[in-house]
């Protein structure tokens, strides 16, 4: 599998104070399995669909502060320049470029508008082996209330072009690389509670939205949109038992017309 381009995500994973909590959790929505966990790397533990790598879990680390949350990778053939391009676009550094084995390097940042999200640079683990089906990550959405720093932000480190989709009902932009989307961009509005802090929403693929919710409530998480009806599909944004958002979609199921894109 050959290496993803400049700007792609190309990897997902999350923290827990309950490791084991969070994979039968996983494990029952999305039918994950899950490889042993390393001690070396801090317990993280791969998550597998179809026997390929879709995600990664792991133990909070001590001291982390906050709810759990999911956290989506940019792919960059260099962290290094990519740590110089955050900085001199008025991004903060959250944790300085890494190298992670013989598997990559990576950092941690946040960008102006306070969305936090991380940079890899593939060594030997080259990101997703799945993606786009159900069980495996498909979309993630830039949501931040200060849309014109994430706009000014991303494009400039990332290169991508921005386009807006036509709805009067939303604000919302497309981050593409070339002829590929690789983010959505999403203004969060008052329907967002005011303590949830900017973030990426990442979405996994499900084969049937409402049965995902159904497991996401049997098993102790929450529903707080959905499910709604798209061109895209059927979607719903839940939250994981520990806290975790994060949403779920039937690609297959779709209603309605694509919007116009300018």
Sequence with gaps: MA???EGAPCWADAMFPDLEAAKGFYGELLGWSFGDSSEEYGNYTQAYSDGKNVAALSPQMPGWEG???WSIYIASPDVDAAAAKIRDNGGELMMEPMAVG????????KDPSGVVFGVWQAG???GFEKQGEAGAFC???????DVEKADGFFPAVFGY???TMQDEAVDFKLYDLGDDTAFGRMKMTKDWPAEVPPYVNVYFAVDNCDDAIATV??????????????????????SDPQGAAFSVIDLKTTKGEMPKIT
């Design 3 to 5: 290496a993803r381009p």
């Design 161 to 163: 072009g921005v386009r």
């Design 139 to 145: 979309w993630a959405e830039v949501t931040t209330r």
């Design 217 to 238: 409530t049997e098993h102790g998480g929450q529903v707080h949109f959905g499910p709604h009806d798209s061109p895209f599909g059927r979607f719903a944004a839940v």
């Design 102 to 109: 013989e598997f990559g390097k990576m950092l941690m940042a």
């Design 67 to 69: 709810p759990p949350a």
């Design 124 to 126: 030997t683990h080259e």
